[in-house]
Protein backbone atom coordinates (compact mmCIF):
# COMPACT_ATOMS: atom_id res chain seq x y z
CA UNK A 1 0.00 0.00 0.00
CA UNK A 2 1.20 3.52 -0.41
CA UNK A 3 1.25 6.39 1.27
CA UNK A 4 0.55 9.59 -0.23
CA UNK A 5 1.01 12.99 0.84
CA UNK A 6 -1.26 15.83 -0.34
CA UNK A 7 0.93 18.60 -2.07
CA UNK A 8 -1.94 21.05 -1.51
CA UNK A 9 -3.92 19.88 2.34
CA UNK A 10 -0.93 18.03 3.48
CA UNK A 11 -2.84 14.89 4.41
CA UNK A 12 -0.79 11.78 4.12
CA UNK A 13 -2.85 8.84 3.58
CA UNK A 14 -3.25 5.21 2.13
CA UNK A 15 -3.32 5.29 -1.67
CA UNK A 16 -7.09 4.37 -1.05
CA UNK A 17 -8.10 8.23 -0.50
CA UNK A 18 -6.56 8.97 -3.84
CA UNK A 19 -7.70 8.19 -7.43
CA UNK A 20 -5.02 7.92 -10.13
CA UNK A 21 -5.39 9.95 -13.34
CA UNK A 22 -2.55 8.33 -15.44
CA UNK A 23 0.19 9.67 -17.24
CA UNK A 24 1.22 13.36 -16.10
CA UNK A 25 2.73 16.44 -18.15
CA UNK A 26 0.52 15.50 -21.13
CA UNK A 27 -0.55 18.21 -24.25
CA UNK A 28 -3.93 18.04 -25.18
CA UNK A 29 -3.54 18.99 -29.09
CA UNK A 30 -5.62 22.09 -30.18
CA UNK A 31 -9.32 21.74 -32.07
CA UNK A 32 -7.31 21.58 -35.23
CA UNK A 33 -5.66 18.70 -34.95
CA UNK A 34 -6.17 15.31 -36.85
CA UNK A 35 -7.50 12.18 -35.87
CA UNK A 36 -4.17 10.47 -35.58
CA UNK A 37 -3.03 13.39 -33.62
CA UNK A 38 -6.30 13.14 -31.45
CA UNK A 39 -5.96 9.32 -31.01
CA UNK A 40 -2.90 9.38 -29.80
CA UNK A 41 -3.68 12.02 -27.06
CA UNK A 42 -6.16 9.51 -25.82
CA UNK A 43 -4.67 6.33 -25.79
CA UNK A 44 -1.01 5.95 -26.46
CA UNK A 45 0.65 6.20 -22.87
CA UNK A 46 4.26 5.27 -21.49
CA UNK A 47 4.02 2.41 -19.29
CA UNK A 48 7.67 2.15 -18.01
CA UNK A 49 8.95 0.01 -15.78
CA UNK A 50 11.18 2.52 -14.24
CA UNK A 51 10.14 6.33 -12.68
CA UNK A 52 6.81 7.47 -13.88
CA UNK A 53 5.25 10.67 -13.28
CA UNK A 54 1.18 10.64 -12.86
CA UNK A 55 -1.88 12.55 -12.16
CA UNK A 56 -3.65 11.95 -8.53
CA UNK A 57 -6.48 13.27 -7.40
CA UNK A 58 -7.13 13.28 -3.82
CA UNK A 59 -10.60 12.53 -4.18
CA UNK A 60 -11.50 11.43 -0.39
CA UNK A 61 -10.41 14.86 0.56
CA UNK A 62 -9.63 18.25 -0.61
CA UNK A 63 -10.22 16.86 -4.38
CA UNK A 64 -7.45 18.66 -6.05
CA UNK A 65 -5.48 16.89 -8.48
CA UNK A 66 -1.24 16.76 -8.39
CA UNK A 67 1.59 14.56 -9.61
CA UNK A 68 3.41 12.20 -8.39
CA UNK A 69 6.99 10.45 -9.27
CA UNK A 70 7.08 6.99 -8.55
CA UNK A 71 8.88 3.96 -9.96
CA UNK A 72 6.50 1.34 -10.52
CA UNK A 73 7.97 -1.71 -10.42
CA UNK A 74 9.61 -1.13 -6.62
CA UNK A 75 6.26 1.63 -6.12
CA UNK A 76 8.78 3.74 -4.17
CA UNK A 77 7.48 7.30 -3.81
CA UNK A 78 10.02 10.05 -4.57
CA UNK A 79 7.57 12.89 -4.23
CA UNK A 80 4.44 14.54 -4.97
CA UNK A 81 4.09 18.41 -6.67
CA UNK A 82 1.32 20.55 -7.37
CA UNK A 83 -0.70 20.08 -10.90
CA UNK A 84 0.03 23.75 -12.33
CA UNK A 85 4.19 22.71 -12.12
CA UNK A 86 5.61 22.09 -15.57
CA UNK A 87 8.25 19.54 -14.44
CA UNK A 88 8.91 18.49 -11.01
CA UNK A 89 10.74 20.30 -8.49
CA UNK A 90 14.82 19.92 -8.14
CA UNK A 91 14.64 18.15 -4.79
CA UNK A 92 12.60 15.34 -6.12
CA UNK A 93 14.71 14.79 -9.82
CA UNK A 94 17.51 14.89 -7.07
CA UNK A 95 15.86 11.98 -5.16
CA UNK A 96 15.33 9.90 -8.34
CA UNK A 97 18.87 10.95 -10.15
CA UNK A 98 20.27 9.20 -6.24
CA UNK A 99 18.23 6.08 -6.83
CA UNK A 100 19.41 5.81 -10.18
CA UNK A 101 22.76 6.03 -9.54
CA UNK A 102 22.93 3.13 -6.40
Known amino acids: MLLI ?13 FAPGGEAHILRPGPDCTDAEWSAYLFERKNPRAVH ?43 IDARAAL
Do not use: N
Open 5 to 17: QCPYCGVEAEETE
Open 53 to 95: HERWRHAFGCGKWFHMARHTHTLEVFGVYRADEAEPPQEIRDR
